[in-house]
């Protein structure tokens, strides 16, 4: 009889977070916001607009994906305003669960690349986030249509 030794994520003990609603997250030419349908419907009825209109006026297609436009050549999101999210209670999937990414928490290296532009990872007031919420929020990306 085998016995099969089963690899537990790096974070298995959790990882301290807390948001400090820098901003950051928000900015940049090099990243996108990709909408699940959900996303586009929830977006839409917040404006109080048509799914085409907001289509229209917020989004632009990159890599075959809906994504956000950006505000300005810096790469601000569309919906960032004096570092605040105008559409906080009906941000995007993808926001909702940075920075509990599958891409982030492929390794623990990746997560502390991430720690270079997001001051909330490791953050010393921050609170130790268990590991099922972290992999609730996976499970989330992984299954959206974004």
């Given amino acids: 009889m085998s016995s099969l030794k089963v690899l537990k994520p790096w974070y298995e003990k959790g990882l301290k977070f807390k948001c400090t609603e820098c901003g950051k997250c ?12 959900d996303d586009i419907k929830n977006l839409s009825q917040h404006f109080k607009i048509s799914v085409q209109e ?11 994906k809906i994504a956000l436009k950006n505000l300005n050549r ?3 999101c569309i919906f960032l305003s004096n570092k605040k ?8 999937l ?5 920075p509990w990414w599958p891409r ?8 502390e690349s991430t720690q270079e532009y997001c001051e909330g990872i490791e953050h010393e007031n921050g609170e130790t986030v268990p590991f099922d919420t972290i992999q609730e929020n996976i499970e989330k990306m992984l299954q959206s249509d974004a």
């Fill in 104 to 111: 982030i928490m492929d390794s623990k290296e990746e997560w």
């Fill in 94 to 98: 993808q926001c909702r669960t940075f």
């Fill in 26 to 37: 928000c900015t940049g030419k090099d990243g996108y916001v990709f909408l699940s349908t």
């Fill in 54 to 64: 907001f289509l229209e006026k917020f989004t632009r297609v990159e890599y075959g």
């Fill in 74 to 76: 810096k790469g601000d």
């Fill in 85 to 92: 999210c105008m559409v906080y209670k009906n941000r995007p």
